[in-house]
């Protein structure tokens, strides 16, 4: 497919203080958009100056939610290098997404090729400092004009850049997090294995009460009984038990993350013994009460690794690694971060350069 690329002629100010990204709050200068129509499928592939869209008040994704995103990121080496991580990964995970959404599948290669050339043309917007990077947001969404519920026949894929920092304000440090009682995020069935825009929409309400409570996510319990840990609002989460390292096994309401399969792999590697299965809430009450509970910690694109120092459950507060990060937390942060920056090698062919 042909891909038109348009420049800038405004080109923006680049932030000057790199220590003050935060997280997705600033845009480079170009967007990678294309259009979906029955007669013509995926078509009109350009390279755009970033900027506002024209939709249309009864697009259909604006009322029923027909939208999927994903999220990785571009790093730069030492070298000056631009490298992404996995990211043939996040493009399949998005057509899983899509596939689950009724939305029209895109095709894999060319959309990395396209995201590739939009880094080539914004290569100056990927940050130099340590811990930083350039989120990339690659979303689709429905826009066919029409309130009747039923699969859009209109959509648009589009890929934005966000030069940014660490996902939490506290960085590296120990994040609080509670077990969510009251709501629910996804149940076998729905959407929680995929990333539909709606499970964020339906997170936001638990995730306010608890930040007004001073946590930072909740942990989510499974949607049908509500004893098994799920995953975190955006991380999915690994419990250090004794010898063994558990992460909830995907049972079709939590989010495949490629952290998480990154995560697993690296530490099969070093020998540790890595177990996915379904983690009752009570057995993890009872792990802290008998010292078995050793770590905490999330895994995701956006949060990296997130040592997790304050776990609630129910009354009990739990507080893991006396404020600091585990040992275990520590090697995946440094092995990890080190294979996305281009500073150790890269044994499993994960890093890929622009
Ligand atoms: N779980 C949820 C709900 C998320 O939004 C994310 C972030 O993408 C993750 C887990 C982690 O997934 P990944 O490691 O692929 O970023
Ligand atoms: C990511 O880690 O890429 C995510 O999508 C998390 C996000 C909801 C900020």
Redesign the pocket.
Known sequence: MELSVTLTKQPKQKPADESKLG??KIFTDHMFVMDYDPEHGWHNAQIVPYGPLEILPACTSLHYSQSV????KAYRTKTGEIRLFRPTENFKRLNNSNRRLCIPEIDEAFALEALKKLLEIDREWVPKSPGTSL?VRPFVFATEEFLGVHPSSHYKFIIILSPSGA?YASGLNPVGIYVERHYVRAVRGGTGEV?AGAN?AISLKAQDEAEKEGYSQVLWLDGVEQKYIEEV???NVFFVIGDEIVTPALRGSILPGITRKSAIELLQHWGYQVVERPLAVDELTEAYRDGRLREAFGT????VISPIGKLKIDDLVMELGGGKIGEISQKLYDNLTGIQWGELADPFGWSVKV
């Open positions: 997280f997705g995103f994903e999220g990785l989120y996902y990333k964020y609002g955006a991380m995701g694109t956006a949060a």
